[in-house]
Protein backbone atom coordinates (compact mmCIF):
# COMPACT_ATOMS: atom_id res chain seq x y z
CA UNK A 1 0.00 0.00 0.00
CA UNK A 2 1.42 3.22 -0.99
CA UNK A 3 2.04 5.56 2.17
CA UNK A 4 0.19 8.84 3.01
CA UNK A 5 2.11 12.24 3.43
CA UNK A 6 1.85 15.66 5.09
CA UNK A 7 2.44 18.37 2.67
CA UNK A 8 3.58 21.60 4.53
CA UNK A 9 1.93 24.94 4.09
CA UNK A 10 4.96 26.13 1.62
CA UNK A 11 4.39 22.51 -0.97
CA UNK A 12 0.85 23.51 -0.56
CA UNK A 13 1.25 26.97 -1.72
CA UNK A 14 3.88 26.18 -4.06
CA UNK A 15 1.50 23.38 -5.88
CA UNK A 16 -1.52 25.68 -5.90
CA UNK A 17 0.38 28.38 -7.88
CA UNK A 18 0.99 26.12 -10.52
CA UNK A 19 -1.97 24.57 -11.19
CA UNK A 20 -5.10 26.00 -13.66
CA UNK A 21 -7.83 24.22 -13.07
CA UNK A 22 -9.65 22.88 -9.76
CA UNK A 23 -12.73 22.76 -7.62
CA UNK A 24 -14.50 25.01 -5.94
CA UNK A 25 -16.89 23.64 -2.78
CA UNK A 26 -19.51 25.65 -1.20
CA UNK A 27 -23.02 25.58 0.63
CA UNK A 28 -26.36 26.26 -1.40
CA UNK A 29 -29.90 26.10 -0.12
CA UNK A 30 -30.69 22.80 -2.05
CA UNK A 31 -26.98 21.15 -0.10
CA UNK A 32 -23.42 21.13 -1.19
CA UNK A 33 -22.06 21.99 -4.14
CA UNK A 34 -18.02 21.27 -5.72
CA UNK A 35 -17.73 23.08 -8.95
CA UNK A 36 -14.60 22.52 -11.45
CA UNK A 37 -13.31 25.59 -12.39
CA UNK A 38 -10.08 27.30 -14.11
CA UNK A 39 -8.59 29.44 -11.89
CA UNK A 40 -5.67 31.84 -11.59
CA UNK A 41 -3.48 33.16 -8.09
CA UNK A 42 -3.51 36.71 -7.50
CA UNK A 43 -1.30 37.75 -4.34
CA UNK A 44 -2.63 35.21 -1.32
CA UNK A 45 -5.93 34.32 -3.26
CA UNK A 46 -7.51 31.99 -5.91
CA UNK A 47 -9.28 33.59 -8.42
CA UNK A 48 -12.15 32.81 -10.73
CA UNK A 49 -14.21 34.48 -13.26
CA UNK A 50 -17.81 33.91 -12.92
CA UNK A 51 -20.83 35.31 -14.11
CA UNK A 52 -22.49 38.06 -11.85
CA UNK A 53 -25.70 36.12 -11.07
CA UNK A 54 -23.99 32.33 -11.11
CA UNK A 55 -23.92 30.00 -8.52
CA UNK A 56 -20.72 30.77 -7.28
CA UNK A 57 -21.41 34.72 -7.00
CA UNK A 58 -24.92 34.30 -5.40
CA UNK A 59 -23.39 31.62 -2.79
CA UNK A 60 -19.72 32.84 -2.40
CA UNK A 61 -19.57 35.99 -1.57
CA UNK A 62 -19.19 36.39 2.31
CA UNK A 63 -19.37 32.79 2.89
CA UNK A 64 -16.70 29.79 4.10
CA UNK A 65 -15.51 28.19 1.06
CA UNK A 66 -13.17 25.16 0.02
CA UNK A 67 -11.04 24.89 -3.55
CA UNK A 68 -9.15 21.65 -4.25
CA UNK A 69 -6.60 21.31 -6.58
CA UNK A 70 -4.40 17.83 -7.27
CA UNK A 71 -2.34 15.81 -9.54
CA UNK A 72 -2.44 11.99 -9.85
CA UNK A 73 -0.54 9.26 -11.87
CA UNK A 74 -2.74 6.53 -11.55
CA UNK A 75 -0.81 4.14 -13.37
CA UNK A 76 2.05 4.76 -10.08
CA UNK A 77 -0.26 5.08 -7.86
CA UNK A 78 0.61 8.06 -6.52
CA UNK A 79 -1.08 11.74 -6.50
CA UNK A 80 -1.36 14.73 -4.21
CA UNK A 81 -4.36 17.25 -3.63
CA UNK A 82 -4.53 20.63 -1.82
CA UNK A 83 -7.12 22.36 -0.06
CA UNK A 84 -7.19 25.99 0.47
CA UNK A 85 -10.11 27.44 2.99
CA UNK A 86 -11.16 30.64 3.12
CA UNK A 87 -13.98 33.41 2.92
CA UNK A 88 -15.16 34.40 -0.63
CA UNK A 89 -15.63 37.61 -2.11
CA UNK A 90 -17.10 38.40 -5.40
CA UNK A 91 -16.19 41.90 -7.25
CA UNK A 92 -18.35 43.01 -9.72
CA UNK A 93 -15.60 44.95 -11.63
CA UNK A 94 -12.42 43.64 -11.11
CA UNK A 95 -9.16 45.55 -11.40
CA UNK A 96 -6.79 44.79 -14.84
CA UNK A 97 -4.22 42.03 -13.53
CA UNK A 98 -1.11 40.39 -16.02
CA UNK A 99 -2.36 37.91 -17.57
CA UNK A 100 -0.58 35.35 -15.40
CA UNK A 101 -2.82 36.93 -12.32
CA UNK A 102 -5.81 36.91 -13.93
CA UNK A 103 -8.08 33.58 -14.60
CA UNK A 104 -9.06 32.97 -18.38
CA UNK A 105 -12.82 31.84 -18.50
CA UNK A 106 -13.18 28.58 -20.57
CA UNK A 107 -16.96 28.63 -19.95
CA UNK A 108 -18.73 31.07 -22.62
CA UNK A 109 -21.12 33.48 -21.40
CA UNK A 110 -20.23 36.88 -19.58
CA UNK A 111 -17.95 36.36 -16.60
CA UNK A 112 -16.94 39.90 -15.81
CA UNK A 113 -17.86 39.20 -12.15
CA UNK A 114 -14.78 37.21 -9.95
CA UNK A 115 -14.88 35.49 -7.30
CA UNK A 116 -11.68 35.72 -4.92
CA UNK A 117 -10.78 32.80 -1.95
CA UNK A 118 -8.51 34.63 0.07
CA UNK A 119 -6.77 31.22 1.64
CA UNK A 120 -6.38 31.22 5.26
CA UNK A 121 -5.41 28.06 5.56
CA UNK A 122 -3.91 25.71 3.09
CA UNK A 123 -3.88 22.04 3.74
CA UNK A 124 -2.46 19.00 1.59
CA UNK A 125 -1.59 15.48 1.37
CA UNK A 126 0.52 12.89 -1.01
CA UNK A 127 0.10 9.57 -1.43
CA UNK A 128 2.79 7.39 -2.83
CA UNK A 129 6.74 7.62 -2.79
CA UNK A 130 9.06 9.05 -5.85
CA UNK A 131 8.32 11.60 -8.59
CA UNK A 132 8.28 14.80 -7.46
CA UNK A 133 4.82 16.36 -7.14
CA UNK A 134 5.78 20.23 -7.98
CA UNK A 135 6.90 18.62 -11.42
CA UNK A 136 2.96 16.89 -11.62
CA UNK A 137 1.83 16.82 -15.25
CA UNK A 138 -1.07 18.86 -14.04
CA UNK A 139 1.17 21.23 -12.99
CA UNK A 140 1.38 24.93 -15.03
CA UNK A 141 4.54 24.32 -15.41
CA UNK A 142 4.44 20.77 -17.47
CA UNK A 143 1.79 22.55 -19.31
CA UNK A 144 3.24 26.16 -20.30
Given at each position: ??????????Q?????????FGRVGLCTP?????LPVNYAIHEDAVVIRTTADGTLARYGHGRRLVFEVDGVEEDRWRGWSVLAHGRGIVVADPAPRPPGERAR???GGDRTAELRLAWTELTGRRIGSGGDPEASMYSR????
Open positions: MPALHELDPVCERLLRRGTRGPVIPWARAVE
